[in-house]
């Protein structure tokens, strides 16, 4: 079975940019997509198809895929970005998410 | 508004039964494919089904299968997940997910774009 890889966290200076990363063999053969997700709420669409960004998500979001790393790019984070973050891909007749990246805003 | 509201949880002792309920509103239920993710106390995301519009392609996560059954009835808006032989393993918060919108027989995929507010489920004796 198809396997993601997510550092266990991430801290970022606020106003600075976070990087989060999302291993898998090849995955730029695949659709990645991300989800951001606050205690105790449901997780939210970050991210589909490696780059798009769903209606509502800010422009400070990006997203990219290349060889076996996607990234979702956080640009001049905030308080209110803290959260945990999955990457997620089909894998046949499965969704695998990563294990998830907890960010933390310094 | 577009919105999913889970139901059903509760809880139940080792080997006992439950079904969870996914509301739909807002959008036409019948052209979206849809999940049950779930999560454990203090863990990440884990899928654990998934079913196509038509209800033609079913699938299970390993750690389910041959216990958990996923149905939908499109008139009624409505998804479902009936839970069989419960392990205390399978605590954890439960979410019904969109997933892929079906036009004109061809499938568009936008990720789970829209999740349920979830409904916790604890095995315990």
């Known amino acids: 079975s198809y396997e993601l890889t997510q550092s266990l966290s991430v801290s970022v200076a606020l106003g600075q940019t976070a990087r989060i990363t999302c291993g898998g063999n090849?995955?730029?053969?695949?659709?990645v997509h991300w989800y951001r997700q606050k205690p105790g709420q449901a997780p939210v669409l970050l991210m589909y198809?490696?780059?798009n960004r769903p209606s509502g998500i800010p422009e400070r979001f990006s997203g990219s895929n290349s060889g076996n790393t996607a990234t979702l790019t956080i640009s001049r984070a905030q308080a209110g970005d803290e959260a945990d973050y999955y990457c997620q891909v089909w894998d046949s007749t499965s969704w695998v998410f990563g294990a998830g990246t907890k960010v933390s805003v310094l | 508004e577009v919105q999913l509201v889970d139901s059903g949880g509760g809880l139940v002792q080792p080997g006992g039964s439950l079904r969870l309920s996914c509301a739909a509103s807002?959008?036409?239920?019948?052209?979206?494919?849809m999940n049950w993710v779930r999560q454990a106390p203090g863990k990440g995301l884990e899928w654990v089904s998934y079913?196509?519009?038509?209800?033609?392609?079913?699938y299970y996560a390993d750690s389910v299968k041959g216990r958990f059954t996923i149905s939908r009835d499109n008139a009624r808006n409505s998804l479902y997940l009936q839970m069989n032989s419960l392990r205390a393993e399978d605590t954890g918060v439960y979410y019904c997910?969109?997933?892929?919108?079906?036009?004109?027989?061809?499938?568009?995929?936008?990720?789970?774009?829209?999740w349920g507010q979830g409904t916790t489920v604890t095995v315990s004796s």
């Open positions: 198809r490696d780059n």
């Open positions: 997910a969109r997933d892929e919108v079906v036009v004109g027989g061809r499938s568009y995929f936008y990720g789970m774009d829209v």
């Open positions: 807002g959008f036409t239920f019948s052209d979206y494919a």
């Open positions: 079913i196509s519009t038509s209800m033609t392609d079913i």
């Open positions: 090849n995955i730029e053969k695949r659709n």
